[in-house]
């Protein structure tokens, strides 16, 4: 057997002065590096202590941690029970620690001049998550958990923080007066008044509660919200494809969704006011790139004239409109709530679909970001040109459909 390894002085010394101070084995190991992957501070600590030549412990109490160190076992059953209930594949174990037990750590490794130290917090989330690992086959996951768990060392206590679960899917919106999100009353400000009957919202539902409220009850959730490709005004009907969107459930206990149920769970919800089209599992990066998206998005206005007009006038205004670059001042109907800009949007294509005296329907496809009823009636002269304008008369739009967003 190879005789043990000797110790430079100057680290047997400072391995003494931390063993006098009544410490366990543990919290020698963590002190001293440089720490090994998958070697437990307990061993490398008794192996230290016998390499140096150091006392035995005399006492099982350890001046620097309190005890903490062996509450490993206790700890990882309170997060385990935490975690009881939840789905998931990938945690990750963070921990407060005393700030009293912080100081002194901090205050003997400066007296000793001690560099590489695994620190008590790092030490406990280290072997929690190594016994969670074993115990739930789970994996640690420092960068995208789906799941934290935050220990309280103090008090043996567990908090989590759960991931949000994302689906992707489309949506078509087949009546008006249907908002894409939760619109809240403009009055009370969503606390519930007389005007909105006590709801605190201005529409009944929304997109987003019909699709979202049957995957909370699926999933467990607590929360939610909707992230569209965009929006279309709350009297417009969404057709074709249907819009792109990422519902986000909140603090779900379930991540799998199974979507035989959820389909014919959201079309009960919807009662035939919105339909989804797909939805599978997608991730929280993917909302800034949809969010980011630039679409084309293709449209049906059915326009009402102030008088009639002769078809080869109206062909001529379509036709000058039609690849014209749109200069576009933040419209009066949102002013309050987006900052007063031009913004220049591009009218692809512009072209009348039928006329019946002086109601025409229009096919406009327009870049992303074009308002479409301010492209009609030019809201005042803050729209130009506008369809309104090129012809010579008032237009009112009446209807207005979204056919087609080209995302593919």
Known sequence: MDPPRAEPSAEVDRARAAASRGICDT???RLFGPHVKGESSSVRGAALRERAALPAKESAECWLCEGTCGDYAALAAVAEAALSGHEFQTLLVGTTVDPVLERREAQLCGELGLAEVR???QEVNREVGLALEAKLGKAVDFKDPDIAVHLDARFNTATLQVKSAYFRGRYRKLERGVPQTRWPCRSCRGRGCSRCGGTGKMYDTSVEEIVAVPLMRLLGGEEHALHGA???DVDALM????????VEIRRPRARTLDEAKAIPAIAAEARGRVEVLDLTPCARADVALLKDSDWEKTYRVLVSLEKDIKDDQINRVC????????DQQTPTRVAHRRADLVRKRRATS??????QGPAIELEITGQSGLYV???IHGDEGRTNPSFSKLLGVACEVRELDVLEIHDR
């Open 27 to 29: 919290c020698l190991g």
């Open 119 to 121: 620190p008590l917090r």
């Open 230 to 232: 965009g929006r279309e």
């Open 239 to 246: 057709l074709g494809r249907g819009r792109p969107f990422i």
């Open 319 to 326: 036709a000058e409109l039609s690849g014209c670059v749109i």
């Open 350 to 355: 512009v072209r009348m679909r039928s006329k």
């Open 373 to 375: 009823k301010e492209f």
